[in-house]
């Protein structure tokens, strides 16, 4: 693979906006790590992706690699800006996709939504990872869906 097979292009759309398609290929990739990869079962379908932007990073054969959900203030997180449902195919992880998709999501965030704290819930494996993005941990660890999980700030 080259560098310019490697370029995501990136689209935001509204729930309503998503082709069947594209809300197929998303539950599917959801699904694929959330529920098979990490062995966890859990209703993935919470009723929220109505209220939220979906950034989706497809490749240059229009294949769905890279995926948030992205909250405006109090949609998720009282008095935060939230984004979730982070995932990066796993094929595709070795090619950093994983820090793109989270600085586009945060850029995505506070141009769209106005610069405001973003809150997550990470898995607590993953902490290195969003600390690299200006998140800080806070509050006590929590067990979700059976994976210990962290509530993480980024400030503006």
């Given at each position: 693979?080259?560098?310019?097979?490697?370029?995501?292009?990136?689209?935001?759309?509204?729930?309503?906006?998503?082709?069947?398609?594209?809300?197929?290929?998303?539950?599917?990739?959801?699904?694929?790590?959330?529920?098979?990869?990490?062995?966890?079962?859990?209703?993935?379908?919470?009723?929220?992706?109505?209220?939220?932007?979906?950034?989706?990073?497809?490749?240059?054969?229009?294949?769905?690699?890279?995926?948030?959900?992205?909250?405006?203030?109090?949609?998720?997180?009282?008095?935060?800006?939230?984004?979730?449902?982070?995932?990066?195919?796993?094929?595709?992880?070795?090619?950093?996709?994983?820090?793109?998709?989270?600085?586009?999501?945060?850029?995505?965030?506070?141009?769209t939504f106005g610069e405001m704290a973003i809150k997550i819930g990470a898995q607590k494996y993953l902490t290195k990872f969003y600390g690299l993005l200006g998140f800080k941990e806070i509050g006590e660890d929590y067990i979700?869906?059976?994976?210990?999980?962290?509530?993480?700030?980024?400030?503006?």
């Amino acid at each position: 693979m080259n560098n310019t097979e490697r370029v995501l292009h990136w689209e935001l759309k509204t729930f309503d906006q998503l082709s069947n398609e594209e809300l197929y290929e998303l539950i599917a990739l959801r699904n694929q790590v959330f529920v098979v990869e990490q062995k966890c079962v859990y209703q993935d379908l919470d009723f929220k992706d109505q209220q939220a932007l979906h950034l989706l990073g497809k490749n240059e054969a229009g294949k769905l690699i890279a995926y948030t959900r992205l909250f405006d203030v109090n949609q998720y997180y009282e008095g935060y800006l939230a984004i979730g449902r982070v995932i990066t195919h796993k094929d595709f992880r070795k090619y950093g996709y994983g820090i793109e998709l989270m600085k586009k999501s945060i850029e995505l965030c506070y141009t769209t939504f106005g610069e405001m704290a973003i809150k997550i819930g990470a898995q607590k494996y993953l902490t290195k990872f969003y600390g690299l993005l200006g998140f800080k941990e806070i509050g006590e660890d929590y067990i979700e869906d059976g994976i210990p999980h962290c509530i993480m700030i980024r400030d503006v």
